[in-house]
């Protein structure tokens, strides 16, 4: 394990770097665009992660759970907002008050979904852009974002430059670039695509280590009603509008880049969904014989015409 202040030592000595080329102050306004904060043609990453920290206050146990949640969303929210009117450095004030506080929250248990290390480099990437949008130091910009980095790397790395991957990929063995998708136990959410997507097909269950159980094989309209007593009986994380994925949907999970035929390695982020069984139905029927539907098969990476009435896999999806 690389010792701590090392660490930090090498992500500031990186900023430095950007902030002597003039290169940082651009780069950290790709950060105020996932934030929401900067203008942008793309949805802000952090949406997601607002539906999520939402989804948690309904469920959250204690007081101090929803109080921690709450700061959150009421942050970023003003954050957001402050892109939108007069009163900009007020919001952002605000947010700043929050975030400080949230980044300060001591090393011992989670809030709702989020571990202590999440919400805290959440905090840390919302002083930086807040420090940023206040006009501060480059400097001290930059040591927030270390901060983000250097406490969930996973998290802080959905959201930067995607220039920074591959320094910040060799500090930390751990942290990929997952910036498409949020993946909160079960459930993987999409955030190019604006779906979430269960980790696991039916038949099978997620605990915390992951996948367990063996995949349950449907014809076409069975899987149609297996979808419907999945969400009859409770559906998955307070969620029931579960469904079959369109084909076009069950395409975009194709990752050609991951899979490799010869050594079995399925043509899927395999990280996100792992133990993935090889064929799965779509819900898009053919456009000239209805003895068949689309399927894509993972082995391969490819789609094709599936018999209706043969044994596939299923896995569910719900439109954010």
């Given at each position: 394990m690389?010792?701590?202040n090392?660490?930090?030592?090498?992500?500031?000595?990186?900023?430095?770097?950007?902030?002597?080329a003039?290169?940082?102050?651009?780069?950290?306004?790709?950060?105020?665009?996932?934030?929401?904060?900067?203008?942008?043609?793309?949805?802000?990453?952090?949406?997601a992660?607002?539906?999520?920290?939402?989804?948690?206050?309904?469920?959250?146990?204690?007081?101090?759970?929803?109080?921690?949640?709450?700061?959150l969303?009421?942050?970023?929210?003003q954050?957001?907002?402050?892109?939108r009117?007069h009163?900009?450095?007020?919001?952002?004030?605000?947010?700043?008050s929050?975030?400080?506080?949230l980044?300060?929250i001591?090393?011992?248990g989670?809030?709702g979904?989020?571990?202590?290390?999440?919400?805290?480099?959440?905090a840390?990437?919302?002083?930086?852009?807040?420090?940023?949008?206040?006009?501060?130091?480059?400097g001290?910009?930059a040591?927030?974002?270390?901060f983000?980095i250097?406490?969930?790397?996973?998290?802080?790395?959905?959201?930067l430059?995607?220039?920074?991957?591959?320094?910040?990929?060799r500090?930390?063995g751990?942290?990929r670039?997952?910036?498409?998708f949020?993946?909160n136990?079960?459930?993987?959410?999409?955030?190019?695509?604006?779906?979430?997507?269960?980790?696991f097909?039916?038949?099978?269950?997620?605990?915390?280590?992951?996948?367990?159980g063996?995949?349950?094989?449907?014809?076409?309209?069975?899987?149609?009603?297996?979808?419907?007593?999945?969400?009859?009986?409770?559906?998955?994380?307070?969620?029931?509008?579960?469904?079959?994925p369109?084909?076009e949907?069950?395409?975009?999970?194709?990752d050609?880049d991951?899979g490799?035929?010869?050594?079995?390695?399925?043509?899927?982020?395999?990280?996100?969904?792992?133990?993935?069984?090889?064929?799965?139905?779509?819900?898009?029927?053919?456009?000239?014989?209805?003895?068949?539907?689309?399927i894509?098969?993972?082995?391969?990476?490819?789609?094709?015409?599936?018999?209706?009435?043969y044994g596939?896999?299923?896995?569910?999806?719900?439109?954010?």
């Open positions: 690389v010792e701590s090392r660490v930090m030592a090498d992500i500031l000595d990186y900023f430095s770097a950007e902030i002597a003039r290169t940082f102050r651009y780069k950290i306004q790709s950060v105020s665009q996932a934030l929401g904060v900067a203008p942008s043609s793309a949805q802000p990453k952090i949406n992660y607002l539906l999520r920290l939402n989804a948690d206050l309904a469920q959250t146990a204690t007081r101090q759970e929803q109080q921690r949640l709450s700061m969303s009421s942050a970023f929210n954050l957001k907002d402050s892109s009117t009163a900009k450095r007020d919001l952002v004030s605000g947010a700043l929050g975030f400080y506080s980044s300060t001591p090393e011992q989670n809030a979904s989020f571990s202590h290390k999440e919400l805290r480099s959440l840390f990437l919302g002083l930086a852009v807040a420090y940023y949008e206040l006009g501060d130091a480059d001290l910009v040591e927030k974002l270390a983000a250097y406490e969930h790397p996973t998290t802080a790395l959905q959201f430059d995607r220039s920074h991957f591959e320094h910040f990929q500090i930390f751990q942290a670039d997952d910036t498409r949020i993946v136990e079960g459930i993987a959410t999409d955030t190019q695509h604006g779906v979430m997507w269960l980790r097909a039916l038949g099978q269950a997620w605990y915390h280590d992951g996948v367990h063996k995949l349950a094989r449907f014809d076409w309209k069975e899987a149609f009603a297996a979808t419907e007593l999945f969400n009859k009986q409770g559906g998955y994380e307070g969620y029931t509008d579960w469904r079959l369109r084909i949907e069950l395409k975009a999970l194709i050609l991951a490799d035929s010869k050594k079995s390695i399925h043509f899927i982020n395999n990280q996100v969904f792992p133990k993935n069984y090889d064929l799965m139905w779509s819900s898009s029927p053919s456009s000239y014989n209805d003895n068949v539907a689309w894509v098969d993972f082995t391969s990476g490819s789609a094709f015409y599936g018999n209706i009435n596939y896999g299923v896995r569910l999806v719900r439109t954010l």
